[in-house]
């Protein structure tokens, strides 16, 4: 099989207005009810690296005559991850830490009414992270709500002499279901 043309391969790329970058996007994380708890308009620049959520459809095999038939299961969902390039202030860290007490209770497993209590009927305070591809000429694009997170993990950050670069770390969000473009997958 002979290959298309590369000015082909050129001319479909530019006519579908070019690939999407990796490297051109936003995030937007924000806790609900209480957004004070959020990543902040000025802030969603340090959001280093995130992901587009996946989505899997898992088989629910059922068994006739010894062999088993496949149906389509649940769709379940992975953890949404994200790598935060941490502020002198520890600003963001500090709410996300909060948010987990908030959910679980203080470190020491105290809980009280703000931390590990019951908030609006709910266990935990939930939040909306949203995923938007910035297009080449600087406008939102394709964009990913993902719905009803929550931190479940906070990743520890390295304090080294001989390393020469930024303070980051890594934070994993629970969530229920995600949208695309406000319509539900």
Partial sequence: ???????????????????????????????????????????????????????????APLTYGGRPIKYAGFR???????????????????????????????????????????????SYNEGVGTVTQINKDGENGESYTINNIWPTSIAEMAVDWSTDGFMEYAVEWCFDTWTHNAESV
């Fill in 76 to 122: 379940t969902y992975a953890n949404w991850s994200t790598t935060i390039i941490n502020d002198e202030d520890f600003a963001i860290r500090n709410r996300i830490h909060e948010w987990m007490r908030q959910i679980s209770g203080q470190l020491d497993g105290a809980r009280t009414k703000t931390h590990g209590a019951y908030v609006n009927n709910k």
């Fill in 1 to 59: 099989m002979a290959l298309p043309l590369i000015s082909t391969f050129k001319s479909n790329l530019a006519n579908g207005g070019g690939a999407a970058r990796p490297n051109l996007f936003k995030v937007s994380i924000k806790n609900t009810p209480d957004t004070s708890l959020s990543v902040k308009l000025d802030e969603e620049i340090l959001v280093k690296a995130t992901s587009i959520p996946a989505s899997t459809i898992a088989a």
